[in-house]
């Protein structure tokens, strides 16, 4: 999945309030996005596990070292 940074080059002015008002809705809705699509996120984050999971070590055609090889 490819990311793009958020950029706020001149974010608008707001008041302590609603600064605090924005940040309250933003968690909300990070909260309720979650909730809704979790069974989603959750196998999305499991195949992502697996892509990047390590290669098996006894796999017939692994080119590892062999500890029973004198130099």
Same mark, same amino acid.
Not at 1 to 6: E, G, Q, R, V
Not at 38 to 44: F, G, H, K, M, S
């Given at each position: 999945?490819?990311? *793009? #940074? +958020?950029l706020l080059n001149e974010p608008p002015p707001l008041s302590d309030e609603a600064a605090t008002q924005l940040l309250d809705f933003l968690h909300e +809705?990070?909260?309720? *996005?979650e909730n809704y699509y &979790? #069974? !989603? +996120? +959750?196998?999305? &984050? !499991?195949?992502q596990a697996l892509d990047r999971s390590q290669p098996d070590l006894f796999a017939e055609d692994h080119q590892g070292l062999d500890d029973d090889v004198s130099s």
């Open positions: 999945m490819k990311t *793009f #940074p +958020l +809705l990070i909260n309720g *996005f &979790a #069974p !989603q +996120l +959750l196998r999305a &984050a !499991q195949e």
